[in-house]
């Protein structure tokens, strides 16, 4: 059987991948922070910040996938705004250096990446994988992100990098905040509710990981986000709806939503277009490219 090796596997979307590539006959091996009580999967400890790594870890890894990296949902003071920046940038340049090393060369590596490459900019523009990083927090971690990612191409690997949206998920994720308010009857669009709100149903998300693993034509960045572009006031209308909750409340002004969430207001308050495009010109055809469709599984 063939390695993949998968940091950030008892996450979201790591724990979802590493079960279909399991049942798929690959063997998958897992990065921990700490030993797991019960896993299907061997597990081998680690820690880029102290520079740690299980002995046999990387031994006959024939894919990489890089999904470590800490949330971005919580308040962005100075020294989490670094722990976000280091648990995606160090740790990948960790076990480049890891590999080269001891001198491993994996197929390919995948490692996710997010849409905020293209910043928070709530227009018309559709952004697509040609455009350039946006000079913001997000934008420049994910380009220093990727960029320790391609490097991998030193070591012979075929790289992906997958541009993530926002995740709905029938269990935990954005979803579980999003539908609080609502549930509570204390829902409403978030300032104007112009601001455009880029998403991917769980399942297609590990779909596209799965075809990255499998086709050897896939190389570089590649959107990971429905073809459906859905506004903050379409969004929360839509769960409201799936949930049977009338929404009564006008929409939560900015100013508000800027002191309760600081800096990381800009995730609520703008939203950009992003286009499908590739990954679907690659062969990719999304189970969930309406958000009605994903809601009602989610939800329902």
Same mark, same amino acid.
């Given at each position: 059987?063939?390695?993949?090796?998968?940091?950030?596997?008892?996450?979201?979307?790591?724990?979802?991948?590493?079960?279909?590539l399991f049942?798929?006959?690959?063997?998958?091996?897992?990065?921990?922070?700490?030993? &797991?009580? $019960?896993?299907?999967?061997?597990?081998?400890?680690?820690?880029? +910040? *102290? !520079?740690?790594?299980?002995?046999?870890? #990387?031994?006959?890894?024939?894919?990489?996938?890089?999904?470590?990296?800490?949330?971005?949902?919580?308040?962005?003071?100075?020294?989490?705004?670094?722990?976000?920046?280091?648990?995606?940038?160090?740790?990948?340049?960790?076990?480049?250096?890891?590999?080269?090393?001891r001198?491993?060369?994996?197929?390919?590596?995948?490692?996710?990446?997010?849409?905020?490459?293209?910043?928070?900019?709530?227009?018309?523009?559709?952004f697509?994988?040609?455009?350039? &990083?946006? $000079?913001?927090?997000?934008?420049?971690?994910?380009?220093?992100? +990727? *960029? !320790?990612?391609?490097?991998?191409?030193? #070591?012979?690997?075929?790289?992906?990098?997958?541009?993530?949206?926002?995740?709905?998920?029938?269990?935990?994720?954005?979803?579980?905040?999003?539908?609080?308010?609502?549930?509570?009857?204390?829902?409403?669009?978030?300032?104007?509710?112009?601001?455009?709100?880029?998403?991917i149903?769980?399942?297609?998300?590990?779909?596209?990981?799965?075809?990255?693993?499998?086709?050897?034509?896939?190389?570089?960045?590649?959107?990971?986000?429905?073809?459906?572009?859905?506004? $903050?006031?379409e969004?929360?209308?839509?769960?409201?709806?799936?949930?049977? !909750?009338?929404?009564?409340?006008?929409?939560?002004?900015?100013?508000?939503?800027?002191?309760?969430?600081?800096?990381?207001?800009?995730?609520?308050?703008?939203?950009?277009?992003?286009?499908?495009?590739?990954?679907?010109?690659?062969?990719?055809?999304?189970?969930?490219?309406?958000?009605?469709?994903?809601?009602?599984?989610?939800?329902?």
């Open positions: 059987m063939k390695k993949i090796l998968i940091s950030g596997a008892t996450g979201l979307v790591g724990n979802k991948l590493a079960r279909k049942e798929r006959g690959y063997q998958v091996e897992i990065l921990v922070r700490s030993k &797991p009580q $019960n896993s299907d999967f061997k597990s081998y400890e680690w820690n880029y +910040e *102290k !520079k740690f790594l299980e002995e046999g870890a #990387l031994d006959n890894t024939y894919i990489f996938i890089h999904l470590a990296g800490a949330s971005i949902s919580k308040r962005w003071t100075k020294a989490y705004k670094e722990e976000v920046y280091k648990s995606r940038v160090d740790s990948a340049q960790f076990i480049f250096e890891e590999m080269q090393k001198k491993i060369y994996p197929e390919a590596v995948i490692s996710s990446s997010a849409v905020g490459i293209y910043g928070q900019t709530t227009s018309q523009q559709i697509t994988e040609n455009d350039q &990083p946006a $000079n913001d927090y997000l934008g420049n971690v994910c380009k220093d992100w +990727e *960029k !320790k990612a391609f490097q991998f191409q030193e #070591l012979g690997s075929r790289v992906v990098c997958v541009r993530t949206s926002t995740v709905l998920s029938e269990k935990g994720g954005a979803l579980e905040v999003l539908k609080k308010p609502i549930e509570l009857n204390v829902g409403a669009a978030l300032g104007t509710g112009d601001q455009y709100f880029p998403w149903h769980i399942d297609d998300l590990v779909n596209i990981y799965f075809k990255a693993v499998e086709d050897v034509s896939m190389n570089g960045a590649y959107n990971a986000s429905a073809p459906d572009f859905i506004n $903050n006031r969004l929360t209308t839509k769960i409201a709806s799936h949930l049977d !909750k009338k929404l009564w409340l006008p929409n939560i002004p900015k100013f508000i939503i800027k002191t309760v969430l600081g800096e990381m207001s800009v995730l609520a308050l703008e939203g950009s277009r992003i286009s499908a495009n590739k990954i679907e010109n690659a062969g990719f055809k999304f189970q969930y490219n309406n958000l009605d469709a994903a809601l009602s599984d989610v939800i329902n």
